[in-house]
């Protein structure tokens, strides 16, 4: 768990990143973190950046590291021009767009196989509203934040079904036993509006 001042900062941050991308066509980590934040914003987590559009809040962006890979503020710094810049289903972002979109962190916890013996106990082993998953089958792999099924309304079938699609996978090869389910969890911080007032969103 982060502080909500660590996820206040790290939003804050991460509209920065941009402004300064636009501005200069750099980014560099800041020298002057914080001090009572800096070992929350020095550990090493995963995180993704989701961009939307405001007021429609349609996704204009969406990246992110899903393993405790770099350091929080880098991660973020990543996957910020990530999301902004190499989403492949959408235009990159443009400067005009700043005071058009809302940002969103979701900083997670390190995913942990889902160990099962039929498939079907997946269906009782996931919560919506506290997990996010990952698919590994093959060389497919595929990720679903623990908001995504909460926004679309599906039940835990659903949720699994899509996790497939988004691995390029048919919608039942959970039920395959090759098939490798991780679950993790994550603490959402977003903007209710263009650099406006910052909240952690809670899903249950």
Not at 9 to 38: C, H, N
Not at 89 to 107: A, C, G, H, Q
Not at 164 to 185: H, N, R, T
């Amino acid at each position: 768990m982060v502080s909500f001042e660590c996820g206040k900062e790290l939003v804050k941050y991460a509209r920065s990143v941009l402004e300064t991308y636009f501005k200069s066509g750099k980014v560099d980590l800041p020298t002057d973190i914080r001090e009572d934040l800096k070992k929350e914003l020095l550990e090493k987590r995963g995180v993704f950046v989701t961009i939307h559009s405001y007021p429609s809040y349609e996704l204009r962006g969406c990246i992110g590291i899903p393993y405790p890979e770099k350091e929080l503020i880098r991660a973020v710094m990543d996957a910020t021009l990530a999301s902004a810049l190499e989403d492949p289903r959408f235009d990159p972002l443009t400067e005009s767009e700043l005071e058009k979109i809302v940002i969103e962190i979701s900083i997670l916890t390190e995913p942990k196989l889902i160990k099962v013996k039929d498939p079907k106990e997946y269906l009782d082993k996931i919560k919506i509203g506290r997990d996010g998953l990952i698919i590994k089958y093959g060389w497919h792999s595929g990720l679903l934040l623990p908001q995504v099924p909460v926004e679309q309304g599906w039940n835990e079938e659903e949720y699994l079904s899509w996790l497939c699609y988004k691995a390029g996978l048919p919608g039942d090869a959970w039920y395959d036993k090759k098939a490798e389910i991780y679950s993790f969890q994550a603490q959402i911080f977003y903007e209710e509006k263009p650099k406006g007032e910052i909240r952690e969103k809670k899903l249950g």
